[in-house]
């Protein structure tokens, strides 16, 4: 971990927020305030998509000693690892004795749904891509699985998904599937109550070994300053906060301040109707306008890392750090004075009558990236670039991005680097994100040398891959990436002993941070 964290926590304490007819005093429950609304428990749309839910498990797990290496992926639902047996074609056997919630049995034609589902575009998952290298799979018997893959890679990097009950597959868009409220998954905890307001999770009592901790409530507060006033008076155990607000609770006695290294970036997305944003001069030339340190610095008050790219140093030998963007205002200046936008009378660049302006949308709610907003419009007017941000809806971020900018985040499946890099970089396929390279930029030669390592096998030869696409994005850059976010969390303790963090994705909030692993948690006395 990034700051030493102690390994234990209150559960339990919260004066208000409880379910009906808890004691706020009951050790055997935890109340945390989630910034995100409540609902959409669906695997379908990216819930639990990289393997940690009290609710759902894949056939494989994240599991790590702390948040400095990307996770081993170890047996969940799965019996053992996965076993070639033939070219890029696997079996994986599965967990006798599993049932979900509903009571119903757990096998293999649950696992064939699941997946056949993600990628159906009928069911519009938002997520189908990450599972583009599985090309077939297929039930082997009630008790395994076999899949073929179009690459050379494990397949342990797309076995992470919430496996669903095959009975509660839809054929229909999964934003409307009973799914999303009513969850149904093979995890220790099952859905009790949710309102709008609040969730609550209770233990499931018909597993082998049932949790310690009885029951998990989850109050939903948008507001950034709200959750840390819920955490400062008590009446919630814990709350994932911005840098500068988690800050504030450094040196209060009876809270624990936890900094956990993640792969989740904050960038800039470029529009492509935006004649200035189109150049490829004008996004280079603001790559390196843009002072990433200083970002980290002021924005994240030091917790966060520059990003130049999708790949974080945590990536090892496939990191290349002679392929990061350093701050050269000078550089950037000239860069745009070649491109013939020249300063013009009110000190905004303008070529050929075309000013060198275009807006950016950021979400309203959202207080970390409002700063960054801000802080990206203050380097661009230094270098002639005039950026005019609004906070907004992502209703109105959706049907805008053509046209503006947006402050994005990304990083949803960091245990895979194709996942991290591949939509990030690569020109849009069909069943993309929305936010996957919005303004559909690349570089010469880029997409090929992406879809070559997402066939390959792991190993130095595919290390080398990726450095070079690294180093052809930084010749012709698509967007502006910024930092690497590490997420910051205030808990009241101690009362429980815990595992320590990982390294997270891009979706945290309080399913991650100290509460990423709620069944393993047992009381210190």
């Known amino acids: ?145 076999t899949l073929t893959m179009n690459t050379e890679a494990h397949p342990a990097l797309y076995l992470l998904l919430g496996i669903v009950p095959s009975e509660r597959v839809e054929a229909a868009p999964a934003a409307r599937w009973k799914l999303n409220t009513e969850p149904v998954g093979t995890g220790p905890y099952r859905l009790e109550s949710l309102d709008p307001d609040q969730a609550v999770l209770v233990a499931r009592d018909d597993r082998p070994e049932p949790p310690a901790l009885r029951r998990i409530v989850y109050t939903h507060v948008p507001d950034d300053n709200s959750r840390a006033q819920l955490v400062q008076t008590g009446e919630v155990d814990g709350a994932g906060l911005p840098p500068r607000l988690a800050d504030a609770f450094a040196d209060r006695a009876g809270v624990d301040v936890a900094v956990v290294a993640s792969a989740d970036w904050r960038g800039v997305s470029l529009p492509a109707r935006n004649a200035f944003a189109a150049d490829p001069a004008a996004r280079l030339a603001m790559n390196i306008g843009v002072d990433r340190d200083a970002l980290v610095e002021d924005v994240l008050v030091g917790k966060g890392e520059p990003a130049s790219t999708p790949i974080a140093e945590v990536y090892d030998n496939a990191f ?27 000190g905004v660049r303008v070529r050929n009558g075309v000013r060198a302006s275009f807006p950016l949308l950021y979400n309203a709610g959202d207080t970390l990236r409002r700063d960054l907003a801000v802080a990206f419009a203050a380097s661009m007017k230094k270098i002639g670039v005039e950026v005019l941000t609004r906070g907004t809806s992502w209703d109105e971020i959706d049907t805008k991005m053509d046209t503006a900018g947006a402050l994005l985040g990304g990083g949803a499946t960091p245990y895979s680097i194709d996942s991290q890099v591949y939509d990030a970089l690569h020109t849009r396929v069909p069943g993309s994100s929305p936010y996957s390279n919005p303004g559909n930029f690349t570089a010469p030669g880029l997409d090929e040398l992406l879809d070559t390592a997402r066939k390959s096998a792991a190993g130095p030869e595919n290390d080398e891959r990726y450095r070079r696409i690294q180093q052809l994005y930084a010749r012709q850059p698509s967007q502006v990436f910024l930092a690497f976010v590490h997420h910051t969390y205030v808990a009241r303790g101690p009362g429980w002993k815990h595992d320590a963090p990982i390294l997270e994705p891009h979706s945290h909030g309080v399913t991650w941070g100290p509460w990423w692993n709620l069944p393993s948690w047992t009381p210190t006395s």
Not at 323 to 344: C, E
Request: proline share 6%; glycine share 12%.
């Open 1 to 145: 971990m990034i700051v030493a964290f102690a390994a234990t926590l209150l559960a339990g304490v919260a004066l208000g927020g409880c379910a009906e007819g808890q004691d706020a005093g009951s050790s055997d429950q935890i109340v945390l305030a989630e910034g995100q609304d409540l609902g959409r428990f669906n695997p379908m749309l990216g819930y639990g998509q990289s393997g940690v839910s009290p609710i759902y498990d894949g056939l494989l797990a994240p599991a790590a000693d702390g948040d400095d290496r990307v996770p081993d992926l170890v047996p969940a639902l799965a019996a053992s690892a996965p076993e070639r047996i033939a070219p890029r074609t696997w079996r994986v056997p599965l967990k006798d004795g599993v049932t979900f919630s509903d009571g119903t049995a757990f096998d293999a034609g649950d696992v064939v749904a699941t997946y056949r589902a993600v990628v159906d575009p009928k069911v519009a998952s938002g997520i189908s891509t990450d599972f583009a290298p599985i090309v077939t799979i297929e039930s082997d018997g009630p008790q395994a699985i």
């Open 320 to 346: 290349n750090a002679e392929a990061q963007f350093s701050h050269d205002r000078s550089r950037a200046v000239s860069i745009l004075d070649d491109a013939g936008w020249r300063t013009g009378s009110d």
